[in-house]
């Protein structure tokens, strides 16, 4: 019996010490599996957060500092090419609440033609409202097809006249024209802008 129960007691500690084994060994790819998913978690949360501080900096970023720098050469020289440059500060035109006026043109030919363009920077939010207000001020409002904006427009006041509005993120862009067609160059505007 004696030799019975030192033999049951020797597997024992064999089982026993077996299962320690087994436990270290299952322990270790435990503690590498968990800290796998810690640095997946940290990854899209810290992800997140710059991609939408920069696509809001980076639109807004992209508006250029000159009237002279709009769109592309070719389209602007098309669009606004025989109009003389004048001075264009003071127009009221709609715009998102707290707007910040960033860049504002305006080119003339005497009373024949005119383009007036005026680009704005408010919070995302702010653009929406902006957005959501223009349907009671007669424009039609639809997605663009390219860069994700929201296009709007009306007839302008005057005979052979418009006006414009492509939203997107925190940039308003705001264009009124006078016997001028200026949807090539504002289609480029808004590539150079939100594309």
């Excluded at 129960?5 to 299962?19: E, F, P, Q």
């Excluded at 807004?60 to 709009?70: E, G, K, T, V, Y």
Aim: charged share 15%; aromatic share 6%.
């Amino acid at each position: 019996m004696r030799r019975w129960r030192s033999v049951a007691a020797v597997v024992a500690v064999i089982a026993v010490a077996g299962l320690t084994g087994c436990v270290a060994e299952e322990a270790a790819p435990v503690e590498s599996a968990s800290s796998t998913p810690s640095i997946t978690v940290e990854m899209p949360s810290s992800t997140p957060t710059p991609s939408e501080s920069d696509a809001g900096a980076s639109v807004a970023a992209n508006i250029p500092a000159s009237c002279d720098d709009l769109g592309t050469a070719s389209s602007r020289a098309e669009t606004v090419g025989d109009l003389t440059a004048q001075h264009a500060d003071g127009f009221v035109r709609p715009a998102p609440p707290n707007a910040a006026t960033k860049l504002s043109c305006n080119w003339i030919q005497e009373e024949a033609a005119a383009v007036l363009l005026i680009i704005s920077t408010a919070s995302d939010a702010e653009v929406t409202t902006g957005l959501d207000g223009l349907a009671s001020e007669g424009y039609q409002c639809q997605p663009a097809q390219d860069f994700g904006a929201q296009y709007c427009s009306r007839p302008g006041d005057a005979a052979d006249s418009e006006d414009v509005i492509v939203a997107c993120d925190d940039v308003w862009i705001y264009l009124e024209t006078v016997n001028v067609n200026a949807r090539a160059w504002l289609s480029d505007i808004a590539a150079q802008i939100y594309g």
